[in-house]
């Protein structure tokens, strides 16, 4: 039997400010985000027209290596520490962090490490440093909630629990997984798997206003209101099934099928499974949401009209 990996729950102002910078930069990814075009629109005109123009063409694509620079920098207490570190560390030490753990290194380290360091360094200024202190108070709140079940309960489980169903499998490679609280991009995890370490940003919607069973009544409901979603559902309760075998049962094209997989995930319906790739081996349903339903009903309708 495969020997399950670690975990290792960690909270950094650091991830946050990567995510709010890639959420706001990753136009494509922004619709399956909370934060919509109303927060991208308010947050460029906080930003030095030049700068808000260079990011609109941005195609920042070293997300996952600056996350894993993130989990084995000892330099992380706040972001103007990391910038400082990863300002001051030469282009062969980011090689020699990297190679144990990254097949393909590019060449141009200096540059890209340059490149990237100036535009955190910018977006920290103009607007992760205004970030209102409580979003990053619940998020270190949220670390140290699953720091607790870590105690009680196996690492893939957890990772489920935090995820709101992504499920990392052991594997006879896999040793650990960081696990990071994030809220800009929720409700989507930034996860990437590296040899022997996954890296996992997982989601914490309500870190800026508190819960609020609304939206999570309104996200099971949509997915509940469409027939296609429903045949999913229907073919997971059965038995789990991989992409191929729920296109064959819903008869669409397999990127429209990707989208209804990603969509019922995303709202905690099933469960994605991952072994030492981002790409899922198949997936299964998640029974709990059945019981989850009618409570958010329940709370939804004692409310008092307040929506929470």
């Not at 790739?277 to 997936?283: D, K, P, V």
Request: aromatic content about 8%; charged content about 25%; overall charge negative.
């Amino acid at each position: 039997m495969t020997k399950t990996y670690s975990i290792k729950i960690e909270y950094s102002p650091v991830y946050e400010c990567i995510a709010s910078f890639y959420a706001y930069i990753n136009r494509k990814e922004g619709k399956n985000l909370y934060l919509d075009n109303d927060w991208r629109d308010e947050t460029a005109r906080r930003l030095p027209p030049s700068f808000a123009a260079g990011l609109a063409d941005e195609r920042w694509e070293v997300l996952h290596r600056i996350v894993l620079l993130a989990a084995q920098s000892p330099a992380k207490t706040s972001v103007e520490q990391f910038l400082d570190w990863l300002g001051a560390i030469p282009a062969g030490e980011i090689y020699e962090r990297l190679a144990p753990w990254v097949s393909a290194i590019p060449l141009n380290l200096g540059e890209i490490r340059d490149r990237s360091l100036s535009l955190l360094s910018r977006w920290h200024e103009h607007y992760f440093a205004a970030l209102e202190p409580q979003i990053l108070d619940r998020l270190a709140a949220s670390a140290r909630r699953f720091a607790r079940m870590a105690e009680q309960m196996e690492p893939p489980e957890l990772v489920e629990e935090a995820t709101n169903g992504i499920r990392i499998e052991p594997t006879d490679h896999l040793q650990q997984v960081v696990l990071a609280p994030q809220y800009h991009c929720a409700p989507t995890t930034i996860l990437d798997f590296y040899r022997g370490i996954a890296t996992c940003l997982y989601p914490v919607a309500d870190a800026a206003a508190g819960p609020d069973p609304l939206r999570e009544l309104l996200s099971l409901a949509q997915c509940l209101a469409d027939e296609k979603r429903l045949q999913i559902l229907r073919c997971l309760a059965e038995k789990p099934c991989t992409l191929g075998e729920l296109q064959q049962q819903v008869s669409l094209a397999k990127s429209t099928v990707h989208h209804h997989i990603s969509t019922l995930r995303r709202a905690g319906m099933i469960r994605a499974h991952f072994a030492d790739s981002t790409t899922a081996i198949g997936y299964s349903l998640r029974e709990r949401f059945l019981d989850r339903l009618p409570e958010l009903i329940m709370t939804f309708l004692s409310s008092g009209g307040n929506g929470r």
